[in-house]
């Protein structure tokens, strides 16, 4: 159950929030959730920049904390927040959404009997500008990545470009064991929203387009579609915070997982 929800006070969200839960408490003072004794755990979905301090605060306060991706901007930061979780037996659970998608899952199976070789992520959306594309959007496709093949053994940045940024269209490509490879292209100028990923293993071929899975039929050569999800990735995803924190397993793998994220962004964006 939601108690207290903290924010900087913009009248439309205050307006939303009134509306659709009238019963939770709306503050401007972190502090006012980060002394009470009634809530144990803390949701942080702030501007990037400030991921690390509250965290940092929330972590000290002896609550759990789930931070959306990404986790810090910095290996170092990372590296300090693992460092309270554990400290303080907290649970640090971070947001990376995608890997709770039920078709992702599906695709995990399908990796340990046909062995992925190659797999494409395309991604053209409209905006934000306000945040890094790498570690904004990038975040999402390096955690399907490294949980399907582990850390690459090399990264290279194909092209970039900028419109309202340094960078807000970019492809790379990662290079892993046993010859795997995957290819990664974001678009956040385009004037659609279109989310692909292909995968190619030994035998098959296959499409994850949205909530649905297709697998290519060799005989009539055409997509079919397998598989489609049931729930929503944020629903599994919250689900399985709130299951740590019941069982007191006190899990900081996603955490651990956000600080290898960032050491690959880091070197990406130089």
Same mark, same amino acid.
């Given at each position: 159950?939601?108690?207290?929800?903290?924010?900087?006070?913009?009248? =439309?969200?205050?307006?939303?929030?009134?509306?659709?839960?009238? /019963?939770?408490?709306?503050?401007?003072?972190?502090?006012?959730?980060?002394?009470?004794?009634?809530?144990?755990?803390?949701?942080?979905?702030?501007?990037?920049?400030?991921?690390?301090?509250?965290?940092?605060?929330?972590?000290?306060?002896? !609550?759990?904390?789930?931070?959306?991706?990404?986790?810090?901007?910095?290996?170092?930061?990372?590296?300090?927040? &693992?460092?309270?979780?554990?400290?303080?037996?907290?649970?640090?659970?971070?947001?990376?959404?995608?890997? @709770?998608?039920? &078709?992702?899952?599906?695709?995990?199976?399908?990796?340990?009997?046909?062995?992925?070789?190659?797999?494409?992520?395309?991604?053209?959306?409209?905006?934000?500008?306000?945040?890094?594309?790498?570690?904004?959007?990038?975040?999402?496709?390096?955690?399907?990545?490294?949980?399907?093949?582990?850390?690459?053994?090399?990264?290279?940045?194909?092209?970039?470009?900028?419109?309202?940024?340094?960078?807000?269209?970019?492809?790379?490509?990662? @290079?892993?064991? =046993?010859?795997?490879?995957?290819?990664?292209?974001? /678009?956040?100028? $385009?004037?659609? !929203?279109?989310? +692909?990923?292909?995968?190619?293993?030994?035998?098959?071929?296959?499409?994850? /387009?949205? /909530?649905?899975?297709?697998?290519?039929? !060799?005989? +009539?050569?055409?997509?079919?579609?397998?598989?489609?999800?049931?729930?929503?990735?944020?629903?599994?995803?919250?689900?399985?915070?709130?299951?740590?924190?019941?069982?007191?397993?006190? *899990?900081?793998?996603?955490?651990?997982? $956000?600080?290898?994220?960032?050491?690959?962004?880091?070197? &990406? *964006? =130089?």
């Amino acid at each position: 159950q939601v108690k207290t929800c903290v924010t900087t006070g913009n009248r =439309k969200n205050l307006a939303w929030l009134q509306q659709n839960y009238p /019963d939770v408490i709306h503050t401007t003072d972190i502090h006012e959730i980060l002394k009470d004794p009634s809530i144990s755990a803390i949701v942080i979905a702030t501007p990037i920049n400030s991921h690390f301090s509250i965290a940092k605060k929330a972590l000290e306060s002896k !609550k759990h904390v789930f931070v959306e991706k990404p986790l810090t901007k910095t290996v170092a930061e990372a590296q300090k927040l &693992i460092k309270i979780a554990k400290k303080n037996q907290r649970c640090l659970f971070v947001g990376h959404v995608f890997l @709770y998608n039920e &078709i992702f899952k599906k695709i995990k199976v399908i990796h340990k009997t046909e062995s992925i070789k190659y797999i494409n992520f395309e991604w053209k959306k409209l905006g934000t500008f306000d945040e890094d594309i790498f570690e904004n959007l990038l975040s999402h496709d390096l955690s399907l990545n490294l949980e399907l093949f582990g850390m690459p053994k090399k990264i290279k940045l194909i092209s970039k470009y900028g419109l309202l940024t340094t960078v807000d269209r970019f492809s790379l490509e990662l @290079y892993f064991n =046993k010859n795997r490879k995957s290819e990664i292209s974001i /678009d956040r100028t $385009a004037h659609y !929203k279109k989310k +692909t990923v292909m995968i190619m293993t030994q035998t098959n071929s296959y499409i994850w /387009d949205d /909530d649905v899975l297709f697998k290519f039929h !060799k005989k +009539t050569e055409s997509y079919k579609k397998i598989f489609q999800s049931k729930n929503t990735p944020l629903y599994l995803e919250c689900k399985e915070f709130i299951r740590n924190i019941s069982a007191k397993n006190y *899990s900081i793998d996603s955490a651990i997982l $956000a600080e290898k994220i960032a050491s690959l962004i880091s070197k &990406i *964006s =130089k």
